[in-house]
């Protein structure tokens, strides 16, 4: 039986050439599907014209609405509804893991500027790093070292434009060794690791903002927590995010729309290949 594999897009990025690639590599010609093309019947129930579907979707929102479609069709998405709203929310992530015994960072949730400089001195003052709840590639993060600075962030963000600004996420600020770690699972597989160098003098480690990449160890303390977050937010193929503490690891993200065009060579690890076969497999369930 030939699969029928759907390839949600917003752009073809390298990530995507590499996905597609190692499909057409296993015999699998996925059929694209723009989702700035896609039309939706809402009240109609949609064919099931796809075995499986694997979202890529660069926009959160266009992701969440045709995940939502493919599955109210009884499509399998990789990765699920579920798992994208909890991963895509840095909030209602933190509290996931929490709950689920992941050691994470210690967040605070603050609505108004006069809350979120008393859950600054509840995580035990400065420096703490301050997040918006939905984003990527490091932006509008803020790592606040005292009382100015923190009116500055804040006075700032009341002014922006969505109430999403106004979700006051703090953190406290972790030491770590000039990286951190991304480690990539596919299904109940850790299949492997990145240390995310910063820049020098640089605090921040996404290779967004000039980070580089080199191939981490999967031991089995890495192993155990990575997969630990994993389960907590329903698994798939996720990009976990570690940090190394004094207390240990700590989880502080997890990718549900992973990049990894920069992981490939220092890992020496088809990743593109082994999510390819990760969604065959749900196929066939």
């Given at each position: 039986?030939?699969?029928?594999?759907?390839f949600?897009?917003?752009?073809?990025?390298?990530?995507?050439?590499?996905?597609?690639?190692?499909?057409?590599?296993?015999?699998?010609?996925?059929?694209?599907?723009?989702?700035?093309?896609?039309?939706?019947?809402?009240?109609?129930?949609?064919?099931?014209?796809?075995?499986?579907?694997?979202?890529?979707?660069?926009s959160?929102?266009?992701?969440?609405?045709?995940?939502a479609?493919?599955?109210?069709?009884?499509?399998?998405?990789?990765?699920s509804?579920e798992?994208?709203?909890?991963?895509?929310?840095?909030?209602l992530?933190?509290?996931?893991?929490?709950?689920?015994?992941?050691?994470?960072p210690k967040?605070?949730?603050?609505?108004?500027?006069?809350?979120?400089?008393?859950?600054?001195?509840?995580?035990g003052?400065?420096?703490?790093?301050?997040?918006?709840?939905?984003?990527?590639?490091?932006?509008?993060?803020?790592?606040?070292?005292?009382?100015?600075?923190?009116?500055?962030?804040?006075?700032?963000?009341?002014?922006?434009?969505?109430?999403?600004?106004?979700?006051?996420?703090?953190?406290?600020?972790?030491?770590?060794?000039?990286?951190?770690?991304?480690?990539f699972?596919?299904?109940?597989?850790?299949?492997?690791?990145?240390?995310?160098?910063?820049?020098?003098?640089?605090?921040?480690?996404?290779?967004?903002?000039?980070?580089?990449?080199?191939?981490?160890?999967?031991?089995?303390?890495?192993?155990?927590?990575?997969?630990?977050?994993?389960?907590?937010?329903?698994?798939?193929?996720?990009?976990?995010?570690?940090?190394?503490?004094?207390?240990?690891?700590?989880?502080?993200?997890?990718?549900?729309?992973?990049?990894f065009?920069?992981?490939?060579?220092?890992t020496?690890?088809?990743?593109?290949?082994?999510?390819?076969?990760?969604?065959?497999?749900?196929?066939?369930?």
């Amino acid at each position: 039986m030939i699969m029928q594999l759907g390839f949600v897009y917003t752009i073809i990025t390298p990530e995507n050439k590499m996905l597609l690639e190692a499909a057409r590599k296993k015999g699998i010609e996925a059929a694209k599907l723009s989702d700035a093309e896609l039309l939706m019947n809402l009240t109609e129930r949609a064919p099931a014209n796809y075995d499986i579907v694997l979202q890529r979707s660069s926009s959160l929102a266009r992701s969440l609405y045709s995940t939502a479609y493919f599955e109210n069709a009884g499509v399998r998405v990789v990765n699920s509804y579920e798992v994208q709203a909890l991963c895509a929310d840095k909030a209602l992530t933190s509290m996931r893991l929490a709950h689920e015994g992941v050691p994470t960072p210690k967040t605070m949730l603050a609505f108004t500027p006069e809350s979120a400089m008393k859950a600054i001195d509840a995580l035990g003052g400065y420096p703490v790093v301050m997040k918006p709840v939905i984003g990527s590639w490091a932006r509008l993060l803020s790592k606040i070292n005292d009382k100015e600075a923190a009116h500055t962030v804040i006075e700032h963000r009341e002014e922006l434009g969505s109430y999403q600004h106004k979700l006051y996420y703090v953190q406290e600020h972790v030491e770590k060794p000039g990286r951190d770690i991304r480690a990539f699972t596919v299904g109940d597989e850790v299949i492997c690791a990145i240390y995310r160098n910063a820049k020098q003098g640089e605090w921040l480690t996404n290779t967004a903002r000039g980070a580089t990449a080199s191939n981490c160890p999967v031991t089995s303390e890495l192993r155990e927590i990575v997969l630990k977050a994993s389960k907590a937010v329903g698994g798939g193929v996720l990009g976990v995010d570690v940090m190394e503490s004094s207390r240990g690891l700590l989880v502080h993200e997890v990718n549900h729309s992973t990049e990894f065009r920069n992981s490939v060579a220092p890992t020496g690890v088809d990743i593109p290949g082994k999510m390819i076969d990760y969604v065959v497999k749900m196929a066939r369930k």
